[in-house]
């Protein structure tokens, strides 16, 4: 066959691709690889969290080994998380998100305490390895926010191409087997209000009503 005569061919094909891409054809997997790029952030932030750990506690295990089971609680909380299984299915597998964001609420929970303990060691709080350690972690924290907030932002943008048309369309008929990603969502912890009480503080007395006033005559 000529050139000529293929030529007006490869304009039609040529023209239904600029068609199909002008109807979002390519939009399902450019969105599907965003969140998935955004989860890959969300697991180095974790990482980096788990990297620091052992020398947080080991640093706090030298001037508070009475706290033994703080301590404790910790290293397990980090092996729980560090053994969940993840990988690219987990953010459309609802049951294996939860059990992989529970494992890291509860890690999130004893290193809290963690910290919360070396306001009792003022050793500790002076060390500058703690003290590096300490900033290093908040650090992390801060990053784990900001991932999770951009990982949710590009599951509810790809989750939206999916039940929106024309992408709709699409997952339909040529991506059936693409599934919506599931958020993060906040932890019951961080939707109760904190109890805030003091040692040897009496319960408040109740409020004694006002006299009533005379009426006027």
């Keep these: 066959m000529s050139i000529s005569k293929s030529f007006p061919k490869l304009l039609v094909a040529f023209g239904l691709v600029l068609a199909l891409a002008g109807c979002g054809v390519n939009t399902i997997p450019t969105k599907d690889q965003a969140v998935k790029a955004r989860w890959a952030d969300v697991q180095a932030a974790y990482q980096r969290r788990n990297d620091l750990i052992p020398n947080l506690v080991a640093t706090v295990a030298g001037y508070a080994a009475q706290e033994k089971s703080v301590l404790v609680q910790v290293t397990q909380a980090r092996a729980q998380a560090t053994h969940v299984s993840i990988n690219a299915s987990t953010i459309t597998d609802p049951a294996a998100f939860a059990k992989f964001q529970a494992a890291q609420d509860q890690l999130s929970g004893v290193l809290g305490r963690l910290m ?34 951009d990982y949710n932002s590009a ?12 992408g709709s369309l699409w997952a339909a008929t040529l991506y059936k087997s693409y599934k919506q990603a599931v958020p993060f969502a906040a932890s019951a912890a961080s939707q109760n209000a904190p109890v805030v009480s003091f040692p040897g503080a009496s319960a408040p007395a109740p409020a004694v009503p006002a006299p009533a006033q005379p009426a006027n005559p």
Excluded at 127 to 134: E, T, V
Excluded at 155 to 166: A, C, G, H, K
């Design 155 to 166: 599951v509810q943008d790809y989750n939206t191409e999916l039940v929106t048309i024309p």
């Design 116 to 149: 919360a303990i070396s306001e009792n060691y003022p050793d500790l709080k002076s060390n500058q390895n703690f003290l590096a350690l300490q900033s290093q972690l908040e650090g992390t924290e801060n990053r784990i926010e900001i991932a999770r907030r």
